[in-house]
């Protein structure tokens, strides 16, 4: 019993912790276990664009401001890889290039061919449901998150088309047809004695941007450029993330050597990155919770992959990969996708290897995929993700029925026993080794394991949080209604209903189980209920659904076996 006690004393001074670490960083106060929140990024300056490797010079009609990037001066890479800093100016006269399909809308920059905005047509924003999700945006000033290609690696005193180059947009449709597949926009660039002709492409019902970079050598000299791929993010969480639990946001790399390697803002901030560096295979992203953005070159061939600050609150995630020799007036093809869109397991799978891994559930993966394929099966019986729900906690609680009755028949076993224990209490005070003495040979005559309603308890742990995890990171609960006041499992409950009900089920729960000999302790155990009522009115809707559900389910099996080891009549009749 005081091991058991122990264990849930730990459990309660951690809730209460992480609860006031949350409320710290809720009032902007730096957190308890880490780097303080970021803070927004500064206003840009407008800069001279400066010569050398890190900045293309030598094209006329290039702008001499940055647009929203500041320089941020010479890059640690050779000079003939080095990547541009920065975006071109947003003093262009020529309005940005919105090609759409039925799902993506996206804003292509004709200076440079930065993708500065995409809009997901099928997911409404959390702040304002009249609105879009919009999940790359460039605001000067303000909130920045966009990719960019280019190339770099251009003779001394000259730059080759990127992303601060001017376009020359050809004409076409922009907008998917009604009975079309698919709708592109060209764009072309020339600098440098090299001819870049770029064709973005979006088909029907997708959120993959195809990308054809054509390169043609216009020179007298063979050339061998460097193609880049490139996201550009501020380090600020997304607008509407709850203080109340955490998910990942910042870049991610994938390889077949090093696999899934996230590599966070502060590390790159502090320089102490760890990622492979240099693979023939592999993508590069960024991922917040429910969405993801990536770039995945096509084929295979020596890549090198890239973190880098490039100004204040202000990070880029690169791939480079160096191309084979161009003949003078001869040509090559660089393909790539830019995926944009949410994190759809089966969508992600088919994108690229190891996309899917995205949806982020740590060293809880083994556990977590089935159970997220589980809950798609019973959805695919109910077509409601709150039904759902409420079947897979059914079923994964039915499934671990011996240990939490080995857990409650212990349990009850311990409430039987407690005037005993109280007694002892009595009889020897301040005495606590005869005290134990005691209470260890009152377990032994009542045939008791003081440890046998932990220890199963234990057991499911892994299971339980892999549940929470794939509650909370599927973006298929985002305006899933369940139902009546329910509209979307992912926001949370907007009366605070089911929060209400879970901390009267937890009370009852506490009711149940043996009272504590210590009077202290036993009333903190009875506001244990409160206190979690009140962290669960901020959390999504579905999680707090699943909580209620599991702890409906622990109440019946409890209260059965504990009538049964009372020798009490269930539902009026006497125990078999």
């Not at 020529?94 to 047509?121: F, H, M």
């Not at 280019?150 to 001017?166: D, I, K, M, S």
């Not at 996230?262 to 590390?267: G, L, N």
């Not at 969508?347 to 891994?357: E, K």
């Amino acid at each position: 019993m005081p091991t058991q006690r122990t264990i849930l004393w730990v459990i309660f001074s951690m809730s209460l912790l992480f609860l006031w670490d949350a409320w710290q960083r809720h009032q902007g106060q730096p957190s308890l276990f880490g780097a303080p929140t970021p803070t927004a990024p500064k206003s840009a300056q407008t800069a001279p664009v400066s010569g050398g490797a890190n900045a293309p010079t030598g094209n006329a009609a290039e702008p001499a401001v940055d647009k929203s990037i500041p320089s941020a001066g010479p890059s640690s890479v050779p000079p003939t890889a080095a990547v541009p800093s920065g975006s071109a100016s947003s003093g262009s006269a020529t309005p940005a290039v919105r090609l759409s399909n039925d799902v993506l809308s996206i804003d292509i920059d004709p200076v440079g061919g930065e993708v500065q905005r995409a809009e997901l047509l099928k997911y409404s924003d959390t702040e304002d449901a009249k609105l879009n999700v919009v999940l790359l945006e460039e605001k000067p000033g303000g909130r920045i998150y966009v990719a960019q290609t280019g190339l770099v690696g251009a003779p001394a005193g000259t730059n080759w088309p990127n992303h601060r180059t001017p376009f020359e947009v050809q004409p076409g449709e922009r907008t998917l047809a009604d009975g079309k597949d698919a709708v592109a926009v060209t764009m072309r660039s020339s600098s440098g004695g090299v001819q870049v002709d770029r064709t973005y492409t979006l088909a029907r019902g997708s959120y993959v941007v195809q990308t054809r970079t054509e390169i043609t050598n216009l020179g007298e000299a063979p050339i061998r450029p460097t193609v880049y791929l490139q996201l550009t993010r501020d380090g600020n969480p997304p607008a509407g993330e709850s203080q109340f639990y955490s998910t990942y946001t910042g870049p991610v790399v994938f390889t077949d050597q090093g696999k899934f390697q996230k590599v966070d803002f502060p590390s790159i901030e502090k320089g102490k990155v760890e990622y492979v560096k240099s693979a023939t295979d592999g993508w590069i992203g960024v991922i917040q919770h429910y969405f993801v953005s990536a770039w995945v070159p096509a084929g295979s061939g020596q890549r090198e992959f890239e973190t880098a600050k490039v100004d204040n609150n202000l990070y880029a995630v690169r791939i480079k990969q160096t191309l084979a020799e161009i003949a003078p007036q001869a040509k090559t093809t660089v393909d790539a996708k830019l995926l944009i869109g949410p994190q759809d397991q089966k969508m992600l799978a088919d994108v690229a290897p190891g996309l899917d891994l995205s949806v982020d559930y740590g060293w809880l993966s083994v556990f977590a995929k089935p159970l997220f394929w589980l809950l798609q099966f019973l959805h695919g019986l109910v077509m409601n993700w709150g039904w759902a729900i409420v079947l897979l906690t059914i079923v994964v609680k039915t499934a671990f029925f011996p240990l939490q009755a080995a857990s409650y028949r212990s349990m009850a076993n311990m409430k039987r026993v407690t005037p005993k224990l109280q007694q002892l209490r009595e009889r020897f005070g301040s005495d606590r080794v005869k005290m134990n003495q005691a209470m260890m040979e009152l377990y032994k005559t009542e045939k008791i394991n003081p440890l046998g309603g932990c220890l199963p308890v234990v057991v499911q742990i892994p299971v339980f949080i892999a549940l929470y995890w794939v509650l909370l990171a599927s973006v298929e609960m985002r305006n899933a209604p369940w139902l009546g006041w329910i509209k979307d499992l992912a926001a949370p409950d907007p009366y605070y209903i089911l929060p209400l009900i879970m901390a009267a089920t937890m009370f009852i729960q506490t009711k149940l189980n043996p009272t504590p000999p210590d009077p202290v302790q036993a009333k903190m155990m009875l506001w244990m209920p409160l206190v979690f009522s009140v962290m669960f009115f901020f959390f999504p809707a579905g999680l707090v659904l699943y909580w209620l559900v599991n702890n409906l389910f622990s109440i019946a099996q409890q209260w059965v076996i504990t009538r049964k080891i009372e020798g009490k009549p269930i539902f009026g009749r006497a125990p078999a």
